[in-house]
Every structure is written in structure tokens, then in C-alpha cells.
């Protein structure tokens, strides 16, 4: 599934109802990021009266690191309208998070809900080096420990253990997301995926955990 030009801007199909077109869209969007290839899109006010009058309806719902080298609809060559995005440092889950999701995926229809970690991330590397936490930074260290000693239990214990604990931390929430009655719904009616997928800083390029 490609986007389409229409009046010299470039947007995809209204709706999209199947997770495998959704994932197809955010695939090519990563792509033509990573080429240096994005399309024109369109941010006039007319498309956004547009969206106040008619809804939204994004196509895939993104639970993303708050990380600001990490513009989530950057990297997936989309517009306004497109993503529904919850970014929390460290992309954990929590009661509010989880509540985000859920209402894209049942409120909004969004077939697809991705859980996006990335390289370098600073809140996997403070549960790692772990010290003092101050305030509520604390509950995000203590979300992503788990995965710190699950990696750990392996041996691993040289600089492979940031990229192992980031790729655990993401599959760790994919499977947190699974405990939902909400998607549990959707999931059994073939409605709706979820992967995790991560974005590397250097290259652009998004990795899904298929």
C-alpha cells in the first residue's frame, strides 16, 4: 500500500482496517525517511478543520520513548491525523499509558499498536548503572528493572548489555500490553497486532520485532 498524491500533497487510503496494511505504511514511511525521501504533507488549515470536523483516524497506535531525538512521525514519513502517539520515557507502561492505548485501539479503531524503544536510551541506562533516583524518575527506573535483571542472568555484562536490556524492556511491555482485557478483545477477534520495534539513532532505520 502506497500514499497518494492528491492536490500536490501526499496522504494514505481514509481507512485502513487491517494490521498488515498499517504496518505496510509505517514500513515504506521508514524507508523513504531513511533515504532522505519524505513526502510534502499537508499541514494546512484546512486539513486541520478538516480533522476537527470529521474525527480522527489514526492507523496505528505508538507507545513511544519521550526521547527527543526520536520524532516518532518523522521517522514513519506520516501526517497529522495519522499516529495516535504516547511517549513516556523509557516506553513503559503504566495505568495511564496502558488507558491511552486502549482508547486508540477501541475508541479510535487503530488496527496496529506498536511498542517503539530506540538505541541510547537514557532511561535504560540509569535502571542499568543504577545510584540514587530522585522523585518520581524512580517509578521509570523501577518499570525497566526487571528487564535489567533478566539480561543480567544471562551473563551479559560488557557494553551489549544496554542494546539486550533496551530490546527486553520492549518485548517485556508488548507482553504487559497483551494482559489487557481491552486488547485482549481485539487480539481474539484478528482485529488488531502488536509488535515492538526499535528505532536506531544513527541509520534512522526502525527494527520490528516480528
Known amino acids: 500500500m502506497s500514499n497518494k498524491a492528491i492536490a500536490g500533497y501526499y496522504t494514505r487510503p481514509e ?8 504496518l505496510a505504511l ?8 531513511t533515504k532522505g525521501e519524505t513526502l510534502k504533507h499537508d499541514i494546512s488549515e484546512e486539513k ?23 520524532p516518532v512521525e518523522m521517522i514513519f514519513d506520516q501526517g497529522i491525523g495519522d499516529l495516535f502517539v504516547i511517549r513516556v520515557a523509557g516506553n513503559v507502561l503504566g495505568p495511564l499509558t496502558m488507558g491511552s492505548v486502549e482508547y486508540g485501539v477501541e475508541h479510535l479503531h487503530a488496527p ?7 538505541n541510547h536510551c537514557g ?7 543504577g545510584g540514587e533516583v530522585p522523585g518520581n524518575v524512580r517509578a521509570i527506573v523501577e518499570k525497566i ?7 543480567r542472568t544471562t551473563g551479559t555484562t560488557n557494553d551489549t548489555i544496554y542494546e539486550e536490556v533496551e530490546n527486553t524492556n520492549i518485548k517485556a511491555m508488548v507482553n504487559e500490553l497483551q494482559t489487557s482485557l481491552v486488547i485482549q478483545n481485539f487480539l481474539q477477534d484478528g ?4 509488535l515492538g520495534a526499535k528505532y536506531y539513532q544513527e541509520t534512522g532505520k526502525v527494527t520490528f520485532f516480528e
Do not use: W
Open 123 to 129: 532511561a535504560v541506562k540509569a535502571s542499568i548503572e
Open 48 to 70: 486541520r478543520n478538516s480533522l476537527v470536523m470529521k474525527g480522527q483516524k489514526p492507523f496505528a497506535v505508538i507507545v513511544a520513548c519521550s526521547d527527543s531525538r526520536i
Open 112 to 118: 496496529l499498536v506498536i511498542i517503539l524503544g530506540h
Open 26 to 33: 509505517l514500513k515504506e514511511g521508514n524507508q523513504r525517511y
Open 191 to 194: 482485529k488488531l497486532q502488536i
Open 145 to 151: 528493572r526487571p528487564a535489567v535483571e533478566k539480561v
Open 15 to 22: 481507512v485502513i482496517s487491517s494490521p498488515y496494511e498499517a
